[in-house]
């Protein structure tokens, strides 16, 4: 799935084609996604000028010049692409800008996204953001907030890591590289990390630290390029942050940390892989 710094890069991409082109032509070529279409979607579109794209978490919200927001969640393997036809079997939404003049299509063979329409005067109160925590890279992202949202859980460290309300846009992948930089065994709980004080501990600073740093160096990068994500052109040439992995995806190999010599292993938490190094990770 897709995680916020791939998000991220379809924001950025999306930008310098949409941002202040009017939308001319709308064509739903089912009913739904993940779920139903909202039934006014087209008309809503039709006729409305992009002014600007933001994203929360995973989600991108693209505002328009008639008060409303269009939400959209690419799932586990939607993409935006630019001027392409839209006559694939998985081209599911059809747009057209400044009576054709460019064209972007939203494909999704599993149809996990979603699509949704809100006033933008009140986005921080639809359903999918209301619950959002703070973000990586944000003021709102501090050592107290995350701490907060460690303190007294017995679950797994990465499993609340994954918890959108403690931390929004952290997604498996990334969770895993967090835990490595930060020495932390993923099977640790999170109140065994956060410690029983309200004093900010070490671990606690160091899983600050390297998540604003991996989330930094993914989006510099233009985000992951595993599995079915591409970017807005649609090659699936988006960086080469996976190049600098350290454990994801690495079982049975060696540990890339200096002096290690540990070799990373695979567990599975809460139905998701984890990798880890069970030597420099305690």
Known sequence: ??????????????????????????????PDLRFPFPSNLEETLTGAKVTEIGRASKYLL????????????????????????GDGKHDHVYVEFDD????????DHRRFGIMDLMPTSSEREHKLLSGLGPEPL??????????????????????????????AGL??????????RSGISPTKTA??????????????????????????????????????FRGVDGSGDLGYFPQQFMVFNREGENCKQENCGGTIRR????????????????
């Open 138 to 167: 944000t003021n709102d992202f501090t050592l107290e907030s995350l701490k907060s949202g460690l303190h007294g859980r017995r679950s797994p460290i990465k499993t609340v890591l994954l918890d959108q309300r403690v931390v």
């Open 191 to 228: 109140a065994e990390v956060a410690g029983k004080s309200q004093r900010i501990v070490v671990a606690v600073e160091r899983i600050h630290k390297f998540t604003n740093e991996v989330i930094f160096e993914a989006i510099e990068a233009g985000g992951s390029t595993i599995s079915d």
């Open 62 to 85: 693209i505002r328009l010049d008639n008060g409303n927001t269009w939400l959209s969640h690419l799932g586990m393997t939607g993409v935006w692409t630019i001027d392409s036809p």
């Open 267 to 282: 567990i599975v938490q809460s139905g998701r892989s984890t990798f880890y190094c069970p030597r420099c990770q305690r």
């Open 171 to 180: 997604g498996n992948i990334y969770v895993s590289e967090i835990l490595h």
């Open 1 to 30: 799935m897709p995680e916020m710094p791939e998000v991220e890069t379809v924001r950025r991409g999306l930008i310098p084609h949409w941002v202040g082109r009017k939308i001319s032509f709308v064509d739903l070529r089912r």
């Open 100 to 107: 054709g003049a460019l064209t972007s299509t939203y494909s």
